[in-house]
């Protein structure tokens, strides 16, 4: 029989709320990142110059065919000898979450981009509007319009992503929960099936609202 109500203290419910804490600070401050980085690489991809849109396809390539816990490992451990610069674990892993997410973010928000009509762009340039105008005023807003049901999901990806971060020692949800499981009652299964649980209920409310976003775009 499992003994629950140490797993229900105040003291471990709040040590494990801190480790969520520390989850939902990778997810949005590395999809920040991304989506900031993943404008630019859309952009970039969809130029006509080829110095221009060669890089940028050759990141989004690389990147893509990196596996995440491979391109963490990188970051952490190679940027001391490489750069000269010691990172903190979560440094590490925002770094990493961000170049990872970017190159998968830039597909979608291009795929949004070729989505546009190009008689809009037009109408905009025939009224005067630079190319950087029509990008931010016509092209930029309707992309996200368009491709903001793929980003949540994306996003989803992204939170079930960061508890990759425990090998590097993150403090994050699974890391504490690790510390749980290995201490007096040494009971892992009652702690991974909250934790599981509190990744269900943040990802079902966020696919929710991926579905509102969905049915409000085709309206």
Known sequence: MFELDWLLRGSILLFLLKGFGVTLALAFLS????????????AARTSRSPFISLPAAGYIELVRALPLMLLIFGVFFLSKPFLGIALTPFQAGIIALSAFMAALLAETLRAGLNSIEKGLIEAGKSQGLSSVQVFRLIQFPLMVRRMAPALVSQFIALLKATSLTVVIGVPELLDRATVLSNRPPFQPLPVYLLIAFAFFATNYLLSLFSNWLQKRAEK
């Open 31 to 42: 999809g920040a990142i991304a989506f900031c980085l993943a404008i630019f690489l859309a």
